[in-house]
């Protein structure tokens, strides 16, 4: 499970103007940030806009991300969704070839209760070829996971670690502490990494590593200095990112870098002209 450890990035999907996938900027963007030093790759979770491409284009684009990364990195793969069975079909669609786990949403919009959550997981778990990796995003399911369930959860022997976005640190110490001791506790929010770090966290699967990947491999893997400056460094970026919804602050970030365009899909849109120049200002006191 070492292979998890550090930083994954959460990878955009890039459009053409049209809207239809950009394959090249794809291309473009899994260089970059494997040159730039991320441990791994998270494929369509929620800042690849998969809630907007079909079936089809989730295909295509899985197998773009492998055959672009070549092996050099390993490859999480976005499966989730509030209907378990729907979430098992696309399990037994799906070909693990070069995949090394999944990341799960906990279910969103239906509010199970926490026995319904601990249901869901373990039928996924107990189906899924690869290993599976949690995912507490009380912001957008609109249900969190206690650390109960997390900790239950992760005596799962096909469960292995937990992408914990609820911002609450207190609720993330409770997992730390009781946690199986090669249990992942990862970090869904940037800004949290470092203090994750500082009670028994692994790493951070993270946005702004779309556009800032050495930045996050000096979090991860630099001295305590040069993690504690790379950290800092982000405090002015971060909240543009989320201002008008993710991925719309990445996406213009990118653009900027010359990486990938800023188009999205509906009910997204591309970042207001404030936001835009606000990102603009920020990247040129980068060069």
Do not use: W
């Not at 869904?188 to 770090?197: N, S």
């Amino acid at each position: 499970m070492n292979q998890f450890k550090g930083t994954g990035v959460a990878l955009v999907t890039p459009f053409h103007d049209d809207c239809s996938i950009d394959f090249s900027g794809l291309k473009n963007l899994i260089d970059y940030v494997i040159e730039g030093g991320v441990d791994y790759l998270v494929v369509l979770g929620t800042t690849g806009e998969s809630a907007t491409l079909t079936p089809a284009e989730k295909k295509q684009v899985l197998t773009a991300c492998l055959e672009f990364n070549n092996g050099r990195v390993p490859v999480v793969y976005g499966v989730g969704g509030n209907n378990t069975q729907a979430v098992l079909n696309d399990i037994s669609n799906t070909d693990f070839t070069g995949i090394s786990a999944i990341l799960s949403v906990s279910p969103f919009y239906n509010k199970p209760s926490q026995a319904g959550i601990i249901a869901h997981y373990t039928a996924i778990a107990d189906n899924c070829p690869v290993p599976v990796i949690l995912y507490n995003v009380p912001g957008r399911t609109m249900s969190n996971m206690a650390a109960a369930t997390t900790v239950r959860l992760a005596d799962h022997p096909n469960i292995i670690g937990m992408k914990e976005a609820s911002g609450n640190l207190e609720q993330c110490m409770e997992i730390a502490a009781k946690k199986p001791k090669d249990f992942l506790l990862i970090s869904g929010d940037d800004l949290m990494t470092k203090a994750m770090y500082s009670i028994g966290g692994c790493g951070v699967i993270s946005v702004l590593a779309n556009a800032l990947p050495a930045t996050f491999k000096s979090i991860c893997h630099g001295s305590e200095k040069e993690s504690l400056k790379a950290a800092f460094s982000l405090l002015d970026f971060n909240s543009l990112m989320y201002v008008e919804g993710n991925p719309v602050g990445i996406k213009n970030l990118l653009m900027h870098m010359g990486i990938c365009g800023d188009q999205l899909r509906l009910p997204m849109l591309r970042a207001s002209l404030d936001l835009n120049h606000q990102i603009k200002t920020l990247h040129q006191k980068l060069k």
